[in-house]
């Protein structure tokens, strides 16, 4: 069964700290994984997508990395900021059908002052 | 306007109504996603659009949702007979690759059920 799953479910960091979301898939076949930013009652907006060839993406503060033989990738958030608060989703598609992207639940990031 | 818009952005109707949400996707993408959104959930699959026909609708929950893109742009996501457990936010995302494209959410639609 294609799931996604994500890790922490809720994280709390102090403004100016770094972090790591973490991000489990069993999708496959593989095609991309994404990341994405939901603010509260607004919509996801992309961060980065990684092909199976890329290791690793950047985004401004925002570095994604992708191991697909583990199937495992993470999100590192360095130097947040109170803006960073959101809701963190993992997306993987597997390009087999109309239907290809799988969704994680998301992580719940607050950034205090 | 350059991004995904939906309307309206908030609904509250009553339990057994017909309720309409419409999208208007970015122009030229031809790919058109529906998903509902529960809170603290991410979203779930409804409808995929490729130009006007539904290419996927086996998430649509049961027969009194339906969605239409009859000239392959605008969506309109309709429900009959709304109960309770409709409420949530429904989100609408277009894109030009399927595949490798970036995906687009619009902000929403959150419907409540009274």
């Known amino acids: 069964k294609n799931q996604v799953e994500q890790s922490p479910q809720s994280l709390i960091i102090l403004e100016g700290k770094n972090c790591t979301l973490q991000?489990?898939?069993?999708?496959?076949?593989?095609?991309?994984l994404r990341w994405y930013k939901q603010d509260t009652g607004r919509g996801p907006v992309s961060l980065t997508i990684?092909?199976?060839?890329?290791n690793t993406k950047s985004n401004g503060r925002y570095t994604a990395t992708l191991d697909a033989d583990t199937k495992q990738s993470s999100l590192h958030i360095t130097a947040s900021q109170l803006s960073d608060s959101a809701s963190y989703i993992c997306?993987?598609?597997?390009?087999?059908?109309?239907?290809?992207?799988?969704f994680g639940t998301g992580t719940r990031l607050t950034v205090i002052p | 306007g350059a991004g995904v818009s939906q309307t309206p952005s908030n609904k509250v109707t009553e339990k057994g109504k017909y309720v309409e949400l419409r999208c208007d996707p970015i122009?030229?993408?031809?790919?058109l996603y529906w998903y509902r959104q529960s809170l603290g959930q991410g979203p779930e699959f409804l409808i995929y659009?490729?130009?006007?026909?539904?290419?996927?609708d086996s998430g649509l929950p049961n027969d009194r949702f339906f969605a239409v893109r009859p000239e392959g742009s605008v969506s309109t996501l309709k429900i009959q007979r709304t109960e309770r457990g409709d409420s949530a936010v429904y989100l609408c995302?277009?894109?030009?690759?399927?595949?490798?494209?970036?995906?687009?959410f619009g902000e929403g639609s959150r419907l409540t059920v009274l």
């Open positions: 995302a277009s894109t030009k690759d399927r595949d490798t494209g970036e995906l687009f």
């Open positions: 991000c489990n898939y069993t999708v496959s076949p593989f095609s991309n």
């Open positions: 990684m092909t199976f060839s890329e």
């Open positions: 997306v993987v598609s597997d390009s087999y059908g109309a239907n290809n992207l799988f």
């Open positions: 122009s030229g993408h031809t790919a």
């Open positions: 659009f490729q130009g006007t026909g539904a290419a996927d």
